[in-house]
């Protein structure tokens, strides 16, 4: 359960930045072995890439991509927020300009490969 | 809401510094009910021991901050209809402030943290001087205008959660009214407010979680005037000289 005074879309923020975060940082390190492994057993990693074609793994490479589009914007709101004098409006203007920025640009990116 | 007599349920806090629990009372609804008028009729009706702490009751004074249902509100200018949970009603002291009894704060804490964070004139002229003439439309001045409105109630303070985690750190509303004197022409001292705000309690504690600009009975945005601040001590991170 929200507590009632945290029942604002700015709380909302705050925590999907932290958790998107939080969970970045669990998964980098996984991330991380697996690039040595190209160095170190090609043919384990070329076994996995394989296994990563499969629905799920799918699934979870868009939860994956969806934290990293929340952690990136929650920064630059935070940003634009801290250290930017302008008025609210702005801020919600310039988030959203970004927001459909990235909108168009995955769209894309969808249609090429 | 209708006119009928309807009994609300009201859940009061009542205690003491050590402990307390929440006593159950029936409150006739009436018209254009506040959440001061609910506590004013239970203590007139019901219970002359209950202690609560009100003053103007138009919304100027800021001493009737309570929690309701959840939430700091100022409770002279809360109408009853607006959060009302079902029949339901649930007042407790302020969060993050130590209880003196019932639904009473010691705000101590809160006023001793304006001291600490320089929100006090440095005056930069005697009586002798000319008055300096500040343009409304100035850049300092406009950011003044809202921080200055403050009615001290505590709502900010309560809705905090990094208050809550660090009983060190000044509070939205401390730190706003840095602000408004950091952008006074006419203070003497900036840099002692910055490095009052800067320290250890400072505003680089605070999340942007916004609750206390969410808030404030006054629409007043102390999450604003902090990122002000932080702006300001990086800037003079980058201006001192190593
Ligand atoms: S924005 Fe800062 S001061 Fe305001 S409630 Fe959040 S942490 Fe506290
Ligand atoms: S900033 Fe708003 S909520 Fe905080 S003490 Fe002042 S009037 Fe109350
Ligand atoms: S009684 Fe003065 S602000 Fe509510």
Redesign the pocket.
């Known amino acids: 359960m929200i507590r009632p005074h945290r029942k604002h879309s700015l709380w909302l923020a705050y925590i999907l930045h932290r958790i998107s975060g939080f969970c970045l940082a669990v998964f980098l390190p996984f991330h991380f072995y697996l690039l040595a492994l190209a160095l170190t057993e090609p043919d384990r990693l070329d076994g996995f890439l394989s296994w990563t074609d499969t629905p799920i793994v799918k699934l979870a490479e868009f939860g994956l991509v969806f934290l990293l589009a929340v952690h990136f914007f929650g920064g630059l709101r935070l940003m634009a927020l801290e250290f930017f004098p302008w008025s609210t409006s702005q801020k919600t203007l310039a988030a959203l300009a970004i927001a459909s920025a990235f909108l168009v640009a995955t769209i894309f990116f969808l249609q090429v490969i | 809401m209708s006119t009928k007599q309807e009994d609300i349920d009201v859940s009061v806090w009542r205690g003491d510094p050590h402990s307390g629990n929440y006593e159950n009372f029936k409150v006739p609804a009436q018209e254009s009910q506040t959440i001061l008028d609910v506590i004013s009729w239970i203590q007139q009706n019901q219970d002359a021991t209950l202690s609560y702490r009100f003053a103007c009751r138009v919304g100027m004074c ?1 001493s009737c ?1 309570m929690m309701v249902n959840g939430i700091p509100r100022w409770t002279c200018r809360t109408h009853l209809n607006k959060v009302l949970n079902g029949n339901k009603l649930v007042v407790a002291p302020l969060r993050n402030l130590p209880v003196i009894k019932d639904l009473v704060t010691d705000m101590d804490p809160f006023f001793d943290k304006w001291i600490a964070a320089e929100g006090l004139h440095h005056p930069s002229k005697t009586r002798l001087d000319p008055i300096e003439e500040i343009e409304p439309k100035s850049i300092g001045r406009v950011e003044i205008d809202t921080g200055i ?9 309560a809705a905090c959660d990094t208050v809550t985690n660090n009983s060190d750190y000044l509070g ?2 401390a730190l ?1 009214r840095a602000w408004t004197v950091y952008n006074d022409v006419k203070d003497a001292d900036k840099q002692t407010v910055l490095d009052a705000v800067s320290g250890d309690g400072g505003c680089l504690n605070c999340h942007s979680q916004g609750s ?1 600009s969410v ?4 629409d ?1 945005n ?1 999450m604003n005037a902090i990122a002000g601040l932080k702006r300001a001590t990086v800037a003079s991170l980058f201006s001192r000289k190593g």
């Open positions: 800021g901050a409105e403050c009615i001290n109630c505590s709502i900010c303070y939205p509303a706003q206390c808030h404030c009975p006054n007043l102390p």
